[in-house]
C-alpha cells in the first residue's frame, strides 16, 4: 500500500518534505484546498510556536505565595507549554515545508521576543548599579 496515493475514503498523507497548499495539518480536511485557510494554518503554527517560547519563561510569583501554589502554577504552565509544542510537532509531521518554516521562524521570533526582554531586563539593573545575570 503506497501512503502517498489517495483515495477517496481517506485523504493523500505525504511521508516527505513537499510544498504546496494541499496539506492536512493537525485537524482532517483542513486546510484542504483553499489557499485562504493555508494562510490561516501557516499563522496558526508560526502563532502556537512563539507562543511556546515565550511560555518557556518560567512564571515569577510573589514572595509569600505557598510553595504548593508556586508549583502548581509552573507545571500548570509548564503543561500548556509542552501541549502547545507537541501541536507545534504535529503541523511538522504533516511534512509540508510552509508549515515547517512557519514553525521555525515561530520558534525563533518567539525566542527573540523572550532574550530582549532579558537584556532589556539586565541593561535597566546596569543602568541602576546592580550587578545581574541573565542565567
Known sequence: MNMNMGSDDMPM????????RNA?????????????MYVL???VVLSLAIFVEMLSVPPSYKTGTSPVVGALTQASVHAVR????????LAVM??????????VVGHAV???FVK??????????DQNGHVSRIW
Open 94 to 103: 504533516s511534512f509540508n515545508v510552509g508549515i515547517f518554516i512557519a514553525a
Open 24 to 36: 492536512i495539518i493537525l485537524f482532517s480536511g483542513w486546510p484542504k484546498d483553499s489557499l485562504g
Open 116 to 125: 530582549a526582554r532579558a537584556l532589556a531586563i539586565v541593561h535597566r539593573g
Open 82 to 89: 509542552m501541549g502547545l509544542a507537541y501541536l507545534v510537532m
Open 41 to 43: 494554518a501557516l499563522f
Open 110 to 112: 518567539g525566542c527573540f
Open 13 to 20: 498523507m505525504h511521508m516527505s518534505f513537499y510544498w504546496g
